[in-house]
């Protein structure tokens, strides 16, 4: 039987196309599109900044076994276990979908209703402290900081102007948020690697010795 069937397709191969089953009409009815940051209204930008640290007041759900905030808690499914879905195949669709879960935490726990949205760091890379991401208002993430502070032995600069200045996080034990531009420049003395993103504040920052603190 399969033989024949074989050879009736061969000598009209239309049978295969007849016999074939049309494909279920598939549409997505609410198509949900990421916009670069500057493409967001003010009105949005404060409403994303918002709804952050909005999930600093939301449960975890039992996520972190030390802190009991949602916000904390994609820190700690981030930093945990990160060799399972950095430097391999699963590094792109894992934060795709990680990504994801933080929108969708950010809408149906705090209320966002706008664009998630992404930096497109090619528009800055002649002066990248001068991106709108930076911002120090209440429209931007901050800048650098300028206090030197040591977290668990974790080197950093507390962020003191912008949307999270002052904003507490929990991990690895409770600090405020810090960052440090100027982390590349001392790791990279040689330039190695290309201009560090911290070239320009390394001007007016000291040098930050953790020993020191």
């Avoid at 007041?57 to 990160?82: C, E, M, R």
């Avoid at 894992?94 to 998630?116: K, Q």
């Avoid at 709108?132 to 600069?157: K, Y």
């Amino acid at each position: 039987i399969a033989a024949a069937a074989a050879e009736a397709v061969q000598n009209d191969p239309t049978i295969a196309r007849r016999s074939s089953p049309s494909p279920p009409s598939r549409t997505c009815r609410n198509i949900k599109k990421r916009k670069e940051w500057r493409q967001l209204t003010k009105a949005q930008k404060k409403d994303y900044m918002r709804a952050i640290k909005c999930l600093q007041t939301k449960s975890d759900y039992g996520i972190s076994p030390i802190s009991n905030t949602l916000f904390d808690a994609f820190t700690q499914v981030h930093q945990s276990n990160w060799t399972d879905f950095h430097l391999n195949a699963y590094f792109l669709p894992w934060h795709r979908w990680f990504v994801w879960l933080h929108a969708e935490a950010m809408t149906n726990e705090c209320g966002y209703s706008g664009p998630t949205p992404y930096w497109n760091y090619t528009m800055d890379y002649k002066d990248p402290f001068a991106s709108p991401i930076f911002s120090t208002d209440e429209t931007g993430f901050g800048s650098h900081g300028q206090e030197r502070v040591n977290v668990s032995g974790l080197a950093g600069f507390k962020v003191d102007n912008g949307a999270f200045a002052n904003f507490k996080v929990n991990l690895p034990v409770p600090h405020y948020l810090t960052r440090d531009f100027s982390a590349w420049k001392r790791l990279d003395p040689t330039g190695a690697w290309g201009t560090a993103f911290g070239e320009a504040l390394y001007d007016h920052v000291s040098f930050f010795d953790p020993s020191r603190i």
